[in-house]
């Protein structure tokens, strides 16, 4: 269910000028828990931060009205942090215009507005990162510092944009397992493909690959591209385990092969589903393997965009992805942090 904004009229004026004139004034802030509302840059214009557990906003992507582009500071970057918001230096922002008050949009639970307390540095893989403290609490259970990718809850967003929820999906949802079925017989002609292009994992043959099922171990649903219609995200793989003489005591076992498979669903009631998927041939180590998670689903004018983050070993990105039908790219990319 879209949510919807609440009542703008009187926060837009509090937050424009607390964006404005007094960014880290809070004599008028609004009660915690308040609303679906957001402050205007002015047009279309709008920064989207991703919102961390610990209630730490990272600015990593702004839309000017014409094009995408991100001014915060890179992560590794020597930058001194300022004690306050309005002390920032004004090349960080979209318009020069430091934002003390942000909508934040968890995964789970309302949106509300949230406040800035100060700019704080955090470690993103291994490298530092400058992120915004604020009054956010998490409905989740707390993380571990250590933990790296840090656990993300959502989006955060400065500027008059609507966020759309992405939902995360279990097995037992009914599209669990539509995609799996509906998915399962493409990967395995996908397979097919690349093996015809000279790669040779898995060594089995289509009649044996195709009775492997794909199980699925990620999926986020929003609203579609076209009304009435339903996006979806997936990833899963499919096992090609080894005999039990593999398994015998003391014999050092090889990796075990797998397809790792990630995609788009388009769910049309008028019509059949629209699948996009991509493949890899891996192993149980995993190395290489890049993973998505939907920060939140958003539209600029007819286009409909997810914000992700994406990870692997020792990174994290975060990605602005264009949806348009069978069609899917990346319009912008944000390094989020590395130990490479």
């Not at 318009?95 to 507005?113: H, M």
């Not at 959502?154 to 995360?168: F, K, M, R, S, Y």
Request: net charge positive.
């Amino acid at each position: 269910m879209l949510r919807t904004p609440g009542p703008r009229l009187i926060l837009t004026a509090l937050l424009a000028l607390a964006a404005g004139g007094f960014p880290d004034a809070r004599p008028w802030a609004p009660e915690p828990g308040t609303v679906r509302a957001q402050a205007p840059m002015g047009g279309a214009a709008f920064t989207l931060g991703v919102l961390r557990r610990d209630g730490v906003i990272i600015p990593f992507a702004a839309w000017d009205g014409s094009k995408w582009g991100n001014r915060w500071p890179a992560p590794g970057r020597r930058e001194d942090i300022p004690i306050t918001v309005a002390g920032s230096p004004k090349g960080w922002w979209l318009n020069d215009r430091p934002v003390s008050y942000w909508t934040a949009w968890p995964l789970r639970g309302d949106s509300q507005v949230v406040y800035v307390k100060n700019p704080i540095n955090v470690t993103a893989e291994c490298q530092g990162h400058i992120g915004l403290q604020t009054d956010y609490k998490s409905v989740e259970a707390p993380a571990k510092p250590q933990m790296q990718p840090y656990p993300k809850d959502g989006l955060a967003t400065a500027g008059d944009i609507l966020v759309e929820p992405v939902a995360i999906l279990d097995a037992k949802s009914p599209e669990w397992l539509r995609v799996s079925g509906d998915v399962a017989a493409r990967i395995t002609q996908t397979e097919t493909k690349l093996l015809g292009t000279g790669q040779r994992t898995p060594a089995f043959s289509e009649a044996e690959r195709a009775k492997r099922p794909l199980t699925l171990e990620v999926l986020f649903r929003s609203a579609g591209p076209r009304p009435g219609t339903t996006l979806l995200y997936f990833e899963g793989i499919k096992r090609y385990s080894r005999t039990s003489e593999s398994f015998r005591p003391y014999v050092v076992v090889a990796p075990e092969p797998l397809t790792y498979a990630v995609g788009w669903v388009v769910v049309d009631p008028q019509g059949s589903p629209t699948i996009h998927e991509l493949i890899t041939f891996s192993d149980s180590r995993r190395e290489g393997l890049l993973y998505t998670m939907g920060l939140g689903s958003f539209r600029v004018g007819d286009k409909l965009y997810w914000a992700v983050q994406r990870s692997g070993w020792g990174f994290e990105r975060f990605d602005i992805v264009e949806i348009s039908g069978p069609e899917v790219k990346t319009a912008f990319s944000t390094p989020g942090g590395s130990c490479r």
